[in-house]
């Protein structure tokens, strides 16, 4: 069995989520310009609403969150359920591609290190490093207590460059166990820490903050622009 971290009162302010700005307006929808009239636009919005992954856990009909747990009400609650609803196939260092979770770091330059990799890897699949993407940060407040791995060595095979496979066996002993998340060391930058929150209730007063452009011109390290 394996050996649960301790958990860490946490009380961290200002947490920064990077998403692709395109998401970052969900109540506007790409689909309207495409409509005549009204009637066409409600045809159209049913359509979508049949593979929209968040409505269909917003209506208990994903097995990997309930309907129970999602958030309503709050500013920017739709963005809190997708974080939770729209899994990678292959999940990610804390989830599988079941249930999502919330990932933030603690500073913004991490969160950069985070998103940077990950797109750079995307590029070097295609060998092609030309691109400009703009992500928002979205800002986060978290009072509660979370399993923390932070330098436990025990944990060292959750941190793997290369493989999330220990990561997310741990992730899913903790969720059995009904765990809020899990701090942990970035991995792709030196110092900074990160949080994947497993609860959408404990992701606290979510607003918007900078606006980042991230451009390739060429070589796998992006420029990196403040638009706002």
Not at 53 to 76: H, K, Q, T
Not at 141 to 164: E, K, N, T
């Amino acid at each position: 069995m394996t050996v649960i971290p301790k958990l860490t009162p946490l009380r961290q302010f200002d947490t920064c989520r990077l998403i692709p700005s395109r998401f970052a307006d969900l109540e506007d929808s790409v689909l309207a310009p495409l409509a005549e009239d009204d009637d066409m636009l409600r045809d159209l919005f049913d359509l979508d609403n049949a593979t929209n992954e968040r409505l269909r856990a917003e209506s208990g009909l994903l097995p990997g969150i309930g309907m129970d747990e999602l958030v309503f009400g709050v500013p920017n609650f739709r963005i809190i359920n997708a974080a939770y609803t729209y899994a990678r196939p292959e999940g990610s260092r804390f989830n599988d591609g079941e249930r999502g979770a919330w990932y933030c770091a603690f500073a913004a330059e991490t969160s950069l290190a985070e998103v940077i990799f990950h797109k750079t890897v995307e590029y070097s699949e295609i060998q092609r490093f030309d691109d400009s993407v703009s992500y928002q940060c979205l800002l986060a407040d978290f009072s509660a207590s979370f399993h923390d791995i932070r330098g436990v060595a025990a944990y060292g095979d959750c941190l793997d460059p290369q493989s999330y496979v220990a990561s997310q066996a741990l992730a899913a002993e903790l969720l059995e166990q009904g765990s809020m998340g899990v701090i942990y060391p970035s991995v792709r930058q030196q110092g900074g820490v990160c949080l994947a929150c497993f609860r959408p209730a404990l992701v606290g007063n979510v607003r918007k903050a900078q606006t980042y452009r991230l451009t390739w011109r060429g070589s796998p390290q992006p420029a990196v622009e403040i638009l706002s």
